[in-house]
């Protein structure tokens, strides 16, 4: 028996009657999302629609907070992720996560870097260097640190670190990559260089990126879902192909919203 | 203006009170006086029986403190989710453990260490006690300490996939040694001073130990006995003091140099 896992198919993630609970309060209800592998997928809706929440179900960070609970099924690349045989740190490294601020850890960049590489088996130096190298350069840090690898990661600047912690994330060779917000506490300079990174990593990996720029969305992503505020409670109110969502919604609180009336 | 007088009066009272041990102690400091054994019950001869002792008594008691409180505060910070009833007890019990009078612990010792567990009147009874004694704070300290590494810290680390035996490894414990090092400084200051705990537990011969089986005096314990109990023996006891206080001053001074180094490097690192 292979489980009644579903076929592998075009979905890199796919959410079936998804609610998510902090305590007794509803967080997220009923979302039904499709993500397509090695295309871009951004999240868009107001504060506190949940798409943050949304995001940390995905790699089950909501393991980490105490009260919070999920129920309906989540499958990432076909695979129940609430099965009872899910190693959640194997599933972290394949599912990468960038928050909104970014968190380098409190030492070199090099280590930075390296500890979750040696963590994840990858003991060996000059295939750590070379790996270390290659992810820096995807992200365009590396001209900027080779000289100084050793110095602490505090010392970067914002949008340095964001992409840091992006390479530290694309170091373990993840499948998906899961940004929150990565270039809202950004200058725009910093912003451009994301986002061309994103459009770099496109076909790669799979990317859901969540964003308050609707003119980012449209920039940079295939997909687009958008969430809303239902009575307190995130709900996914429709997703489409970018332009569709963009110019021929059709939901008419989805088409208000694109045209900055609400929200 | 009154605040001003209040503390003004107390900056004072302070350096009276140290000016004082100072004046009187300095001229007993010799060094035969750090050397040498107690005679005619410490009036002449010195303490060095007696700093043997207080090492050894403070050695056993970071010795079992230590690790017991590191454990028990990384349970409490990271393995309870500050809900469990079991955290919340244990919680409990430290805090009231935290303010019960010295003396009651000397009773326990006396009663568990000394004779239940028939180590008598010995340097390991009296660093057991002061380590029951001082575990409370040296844990709350610690605990606090696991708990000012953020959230964010923690999510990062899981997102990628590091196992929670790496995130305390090279994110959470670091994090704690200032916290660990405060607390340390707490605890052996209390242990360095402490008097009534010890009378009960490692005794008061002053003699010079031959092993942690032996009684043995502390400093702190040599100074009362000299004040209360030996006519002729101010000299020493103020001598005695002025060594005490040099010591409890070096502990403080250290700790504030490594809070300090601890604290630029931390800084710099984020
Ligand atoms: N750890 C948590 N515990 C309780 N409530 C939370 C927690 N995180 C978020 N929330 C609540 O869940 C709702 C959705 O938040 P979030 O997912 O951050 O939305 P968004 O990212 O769309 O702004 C908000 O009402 C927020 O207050
Ligand atoms: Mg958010």
Same mark, same amino acid.
Request: some cysteine; proline content about 5%.
């Given at each position: =028996?292979n489980?009644?896992?579903?076929?592998?198919?075009?979905?890199?993630?796919?959410?079936?009657?998804?609610?998510?609970?902090?305590?007794?309060?509803?967080?997220?209800?009923?979302?039904?999302?499709?993500?397509?592998?090695?295309?871009?997928?951004?999240?868009?809706g107001?504060?506190?629609?949940?798409?943050?929440?949304?995001?940390?179900?995905?790699?089950?960070?909501?393991?980490?907070?105490?009260?919070?609970?999920?129920? +309906?099924?989540?499958?990432?690349? +076909?695979?129940?992720?609430?099965?009872?045989?899910?190693?959640?740190?194997?599933?972290?490294?394949?599912?990468? =996560?960038?928050?909104?601020?970014?968190?380098?850890?409190?030492?070199?960049?090099?280590?930075?870097?390296?500890?979750?590489?040696?963590?994840?088996? =990858?003991?060996?130096?000059?295939?750590?260097?070379?790996?270390?190298?290659?992810?820096?350069?995807?992200?365009?840090?590396?001209?900027?640190?080779?000289?100084?690898?050793?110095?602490?990661?505090?010392?970067?600047?914002?949008?340095?670190q964001?992409?840091?912690c992006?390479?530290?994330?694309?170091?373990?060779?993840?499948?998906?990559?899961? =940004?929150?917000?990565?270039?809202?506490?950004?200058?725009?300079?910093?912003?451009?260089?994301?986002?061309?990174?994103?459009?770099?990593?496109? +076909?790669?990996?799979?990317i859901?990126?969540?964003?308050?720029n609707?003119?980012?969305?449209?920039?940079?992503?295939?997909?687009?879902?958008?969430?809303?505020?239902?009575?307190?409670?995130?709900?996914?109110?429709?997703?489409?192909?970018?332009?569709?969502?963009?110019?021929?919604?059709?939901?008419?609180?989805?088409?208000?919203?694109v045209?900055?009336?609400?929200? | 203006?009154?605040?001003?007088g209040?503390?003004?009066?107390?900056?004072?009272?302070f350096?009276?009170?140290?000016? #004082?041990?100072?004046?009187?102690?300095?001229?007993?400091?010799?060094?035969?006086?750090?050397?040498?054994?107690?005679?005619?019950?410490?009036?002449?001869?010195?303490?060095?029986?007696?700093?043997?002792?207080?090492? !050894?008594?403070?050695l056993?008691?970071?010795?079992? /403190?230590?690790p017991?409180?590191? %454990?028990? !505060?990384?349970?409490?910070?990271?393995?309870?989710?500050?809900?469990t009833?079991?955290g919340?007890?244990?919680?409990?019990?430290?805090?009231?453990l935290?303010?019960?009078?010295?003396?009651?612990?000397?009773?326990?010792?006396?009663?568990?260490f000394?004779?239940?567990?028939?180590?008598?009147?010995?340097?390991?009874?009296?660093?057991?006690?002061?380590?029951?004694?001082?575990?409370?704070?040296?844990?709350?300290?610690?605990?606090?300490?696991?708990?000012?590494?953020?959230?964010?810290?923690?999510?990062? /680390?899981a /997102?990628?996939?590091?196992?929670?035996? /790496?995130v305390?490894? #090279?994110? $959470?414990?670091?994090?704690?040694?200032?916290?660990?090092?405060?607390?340390?400084?707490?605890?052996?200051?209390?242990a360095?001073?402490?008097?009534?705990?010890? $009378?009960?537990?490692?005794?008061?011969?002053?003699?010079?130990?031959?092993?942690?089986?032996?009684? %043995?005096?502390?400093?702190?314990?040599? $100074?009362? #006995?000299?004040?209360?109990?030996?006519?002729?023996?101010?000299?020493?006891?103020y !001598?005695?003091?002025?060594?005490?206080?040099?010591?409890?001053?070096?502990?403080?001074?250290?700790?504030?140099?490594?809070?300090?180094?601890?604290?630029?490097?931390?800084?710099?690192?984020?």
């Amino acid at each position: =028996m292979n489980k009644g896992k579903p076929k592998l198919n075009q979905y890199s993630i796919e959410t079936q009657k998804l609610n998510l609970f902090y305590g007794k309060t509803p967080v997220l209800k009923e979302v039904n999302l499709q993500i397509k592998r090695g295309l871009v997928t951004s999240i868009i809706g107001p504060s506190g629609s949940g798409k943050t929440s949304f995001l940390t179900v995905l790699n089950r960070l909501t393991d980490l907070i105490p009260a919070a609970r999920v129920d +309906g099924s989540v499958f990432v690349n +076909g695979e129940n992720l609430f099965a009872p045989d899910v190693d959640t740190i194997q599933l972290r490294r394949r599912v990468g =996560m960038i928050f909104q601020k970014p968190v380098p850890f409190p030492f070199s960049i090099q280590k930075n870097m390296v500890l979750p590489l040696r963590e994840h088996g =990858m003991k060996d130096r000059r295939q750590q260097a070379e790996r270390v190298e290659t992810v820096l350069r995807d992200v365009g840090l590396w001209e900027e640190v080779k000289d100084r690898l050793s110095h602490s990661a505090g010392l970067l600047s914002g949008g340095q670190q964001q992409r840091l912690c992006i390479a530290r994330a694309l170091a373990l060779k993840p499948e998906i990559l899961l =940004m929150d917000e990565p270039c809202s506490a950004l200058d725009p300079i910093s912003t451009a260089a994301i986002e061309s990174l994103i459009q770099s990593l496109k +076909g790669r990996y799979t990317i859901v990126i969540v964003t308050h720029n609707l003119a980012q969305a449209r920039r940079i992503s295939d997909e687009t879902a958008f969430f809303w505020n239902v009575e307190g409670i995130g709900q996914l109110v429709e997703s489409a192909p970018t332009e569709i969502l963009f110019e021929a919604p059709a939901d008419p609180l989805t088409k208000a919203y694109v045209h900055g009336i609400r929200g | 203006m009154l605040c001003t007088g209040v503390a003004v009066g107390v900056g004072l009272f302070f350096f009276w009170l140290i000016g #004082d041990i100072f004046l009187k102690g300095a001229p007993g400091i010799t060094w035969e006086f750090l050397w040498d054994e107690p005679e005619n019950a410490g009036r002449k001869g010195g303490i060095a029986p007696v700093l043997v002792s207080t090492a !050894a008594i403070l050695l056993v008691t970071l010795g079992t /403190a230590v690790p017991i409180g590191f %454990g028990t !505060a990384v349970f409490l910070a990271e393995f309870s989710q500050g809900k469990t009833t079991l955290g919340r007890m244990v919680r409990r019990a430290l805090d009231v453990l935290a303010s019960v009078p010295s003396i009651i612990f000397g009773l326990f010792g006396n009663a568990v260490f000394s004779h239940w567990m028939g180590l008598g009147f010995s340097i390991l009874s009296g660093g057991l006690t002061l380590a029951c004694m001082v575990l409370p704070i040296l844990i709350r300290t610690i605990e606090a300490g696991l708990r000012a590494v953020p959230l964010s810290t923690r999510l990062s /680390a899981a /997102a990628l996939g590091l196992s929670r035996v /790496a995130v305390l490894r #090279d994110l $959470i414990f670091p994090a704690a040694v200032p916290s660990l090092a405060a607390g340390l400084l707490l605890g052996l200051g209390r242990a360095l001073s402490e008097t009534a705990a010890l $009378i009960f537990t490692s005794g008061y011969v002053s003699r010079m130990p031959e092993s942690l089986l032996d009684s %043995g005096r502390s400093l702190s314990v040599h $100074i009362y #006995d000299l004040a209360m109990n030996v006519p002729g023996g101010d000299t020493h006891a103020y !001598a005695s003091a002025w060594v005490l206080i040099v010591l409890l001053f070096s502990i403080n001074g250290l700790t504030a140099l490594c809070l300090d180094h601890w604290g630029k490097t931390r800084m710099r690192g984020l």
